[in-house]
């Protein structure tokens, strides 16, 4: 389709080098505090600060960057790459580091909790340099705080890599950062109607497409086929990849699909699992349109609003503006 599936995915955007061969550098933080140069994202409880009163591109609101001189005391720091983005406010080539703060450490930088504002809410209007660099950021540090122990023998572990891996003082077992792959899938039937689900965490009338973890020993198509059965009923075939989209929420990275119904499988023959969705329903173009109000479609950031658009055929404009919608 001419209508863009790709562009319209804001946490696939990235313009930094992410500079692999300097994270073991010896005394690499020492240096990087050193040089004034250096900037700083500064991270609390998934959140970040703004700059006052900047614009990047486009207008586009900036993340508030530090020197590392005025940065409070940070519980984990790791080194994100350079800067490729030429329409910065810092000059290509910067270093960027992220810095997680403790309560206390943000309070004092910023005392306004709302003032700390979380990726869902900034997502599409950032630019690809600081969409990207807000991605990688909360992604790393959702990640050390669910490692902060070895899962081989409990001992606490201590940060390497520049924040990129951490070691066991014990055993000398090293990890490294994972990623949980889902796939998400957008089902037609014989009249090109696509299938809605609500979750039970959701709102009643919240609806989105289907979408499931890839289990161990699976391929992508095969975790399409077996997870929409699970939670739909129903059998579909010739999946079909579309594009991915990281979602660091906590540490996902999406891979959307498109499914159709399987020869005599029957639309109708809808079967919710009861446990993580309760309701299906399909909808054609124009009943997705005219729904208006009436249901609550997937947030901008998410990769289930650009498939949706993208079989719609145009951007979703009706209906309530979702920021903080799943997936």
């Given at each position: 389709?001419?209508f863009?599936?790709t562009?319209?995915?804001?946490?696939?955007?990235?313009?930094?080098?992410?500079?692999?061969?300097?994270?073991?550098?010896?005394?690499?933080f020492?240096?990087l505090?050193?040089?004034?140069?250096?900037?700083?994202?500064?991270?609390?409880r998934?959140?970040?600060?703004?700059?006052?009163?900047?614009?990047?591109?486009?207008?586009?609101?900036r993340?508030?960057m530090?020197?590392?001189?005025?940065?409070?005391?940070?519980?984990?720091?790791?080194?994100?790459?350079?800067?490729?983005?030429?329409?910065?406010?810092?000059?290509?080539?910067?270093?960027?580091?992220?810095?997680?703060l403790?309560?206390?450490?943000?309070?004092?930088?910023?005392?306004?909790?709302?003032?700390?504002?979380?990726?869902?809410?900034?997502?599409t209007?950032?630019s690809?340099?600081?969409?990207?660099l807000?991605?990688?950021?909360?992604?790393?540090?959702?990640?050390?705080?669910?490692?902060?122990?070895?899962?081989?023998?409990?001992?606490?572990?201590?940060v390497?890599?520049?924040?990129?891996?951490r070691?066991?003082?014990?055993?000398?077992?090293?990890?490294?950062?994972?990623?949980?792959?889902?796939?998400?899938?957008?089902?037609?039937d014989?009249?090109?109607?696509?299938l809605?689900?609500?979750?039970?965490l959701?709102?009643?009338?919240?609806?989105?497409?289907?979408?499931?973890?890839?289990e161990?020993?699976?391929?992508?198509?095969?975790?399409?086929?077996r997870?929409?059965?699970?939670?739909?009923?129903?059998?579909?075939?010739?999946?079909?990849?579309?594009?991915?989209?990281p979602w660091?929420?906590?540490?996902?990275?999406?891979?959307?699909?498109?499914?159709?119904?399987?020869?005599?499988?029957?639309?109708?023959?809808?079967?919710?699992?009861?446990?993580?969705?309760?309701?299906?329903?399909?909808f054609?173009?124009?009943?997705?349109?005219?729904?208006?109000?009436?249901?609550?479609?997937p947030g901008?950031?998410?990769?289930?609003?650009?498939?949706i658009?993208?079989?719609?055929?145009?951007?979703?404009?009706?209906?309530?503006d979702?920021?903080?919608?799943?997936?």
């Amino acid at each position: 389709m001419s209508f863009s599936f790709t562009a319209r995915l804001p946490l696939s955007r990235h313009a930094v080098d992410r500079d692999h061969e300097t994270r073991s550098q010896p005394g690499l933080f020492d240096e990087l505090w050193a040089d004034a140069g250096t900037r700083v994202l500064v991270l609390w409880r998934g959140s970040v600060l703004l700059a006052p009163g900047g614009a990047g591109p486009a207008h586009a609101p900036r993340i508030l960057m530090l020197e590392p001189s005025t940065v409070p005391e940070s519980t984990v720091r790791v080194y994100l790459g350079r800067s490729l983005a030429e329409d910065a406010v810092e000059p290509v080539g910067t270093r960027l580091v992220a810095a997680v703060l403790a309560d206390e450490a943000a309070h004092v930088l910023e005392p306004d909790p709302e003032a700390w504002l979380s990726l869902r809410a900034l997502a599409t209007t950032l630019s690809d340099r600081d969409a990207g660099l807000f991605t990688e950021a909360l992604g790393l540090a959702n990640w050390h705080a669910s490692h902060t122990h070895c899962p081989r023998c409990g001992a606490a572990t201590t940060v390497e890599s520049a924040g990129w891996s951490r070691l066991c003082p014990v055993d000398g077992g090293q990890v490294f950062p994972r990623t949980d792959p889902a796939v998400i899938v957008l089902i037609t039937d014989a009249d090109d109607r696509i299938l809605l689900g609500s979750n039970a965490l959701w709102e009643n009338n919240r609806y989105s497409l289907l979408a499931g973890f890839v289990e161990p020993g699976e391929s992508l198509e095969a975790a399409v086929i077996r997870e929409m059965f699970e939670e739909s009923g129903l059998r579909v075939t010739d999946p079909v990849y579309l594009g991915s989209q990281p979602w660091p929420f906590p540490a996902s990275i999406m891979f959307g699909f498109t499914a159709r119904l399987a020869d005599g499988q029957l639309p109708t023959a809808l079967l919710p699992d009861g446990e993580e969705i309760l309701d299906l329903r399909w909808f054609s173009r124009d009943e997705l349109r005219a729904s208006g109000a009436s249901i609550i479609l997937p947030g901008r950031s998410s990769i289930a609003r650009a498939i949706i658009e993208v079989w719609l055929g145009e951007p979703i404009d009706f209906g309530p503006d979702q920021v903080h919608g799943w997936r």
